[in-house]
């Protein structure tokens, strides 16, 4: 495939280096508006972009992909606000868009066992649940895409919740998300139900970049030629 890394930070850097061991080529790598200036043109060419940016030039990168006929996997987050907007637009327009909070497919299995989880503890309101994540003083959004994910889950299946916060809070019905940004961590959620009497704990562990990176290709690699909307269950599940 002829890919257009759209984004090249640590995540696109990373992909680039599985892309190219799997006998892809990198076509473009766009970080700033001047390489948009110099490959425009190019892009036109690409089977497939991955787009792993930034909150603030997501969507138009996206929209961009639309109006070339490109496929596109976005890896950012922070934009989910604009998200069924985006769905609407993708299947009017008839183009392709896959989209994940997370690209590991470790990650999403613990999405699956969250989800058990929550919906066992719904009959056992005497637990209170919280979330902490932990990644990179680098990531520019917070809570992360995944913690955002996981919140959500919980509260479709454990019912005595109906928002969240981006803090720790003591109102019964929110879920509190703590963020904590440290030096070189690829990313670390924890779920805990939290009792009187006891505590239940459910964690991953990010070692390195590469699940995520490597997701992100198999995702490029699935949509290639592909018209429609897509997420990590449609290819793992």
């Known amino acids: 495939m ?51 940016s930034t ?13 070339a006929n490109v496929p596109i996997v976005v890896g950012t987050t922070g934009w989910y606000e604009q998200l069924s907007t985006i769905r609407d637009l993708c299947s ?29 503890m719904n009959k056992h309101r005497e637990y ?5 994540e932990i990644h990179h003083a680098q990531k520019l959004d917070a809570p992360s895409g995944t913690a955002i994910t996981l919140a959500n889950d919980i509260m ?7 928002t969240w916060k981006n803090e720790m809070t003591s109102e019964e019905d929110t879920l509190g998300i703590k963020s904590v940004r440290e030096s070189n961590v690829p990313g670390t959620h924890i779920i805990t139900y939290q009792s009187e009497n ?11 970049r590469f699940g995520f990176a490597m997701g992100a290709i198999l995702a490029a690699e699935f949509i290639a ?4 909307i897509y997420e990590m269950k449609d290819l793992l599940f």
């Open 2 to 52: 002829k890919i257009a890394l759209l984004g090249y930070g640590k995540m696109g850097k990373e992909i680039e280096k599985i892309a190219l061991e799997r006998n892809h080529e990198i076509l473009m790598k766009i970080d700033s508006f001047e390489d948009w200036n110099e490959h425009i043109y190019d892009f036109l060419k690409a089977d497939v972009a991955l787009e792993f």
């Open 55 to 67: 909150p603030a030039t997501v969507l138009d990168n996206i929209l961009k992909s639309f109006a």
């Open 92 to 120: 009017e327009k008839q183009q392709c868009l896959f989209y994940a909070s997370n690209y590991s497919v470790g990650v999403n299995i613990f999405f699956e066992i969250n989800k058990k989880l929550a919906h066992l």
């Open 128 to 132: 209170e649940v919280f979330i902490e």
């Open 156 to 162: 479709s299946n454990f019912s005595k919740k109906k």
């Open 198 to 208: 006891d505590v239940i704990e459910i964690k991953h562990t990010a070692k390195n």
């Open 225 to 228: 030629g592909k018209k429609g």
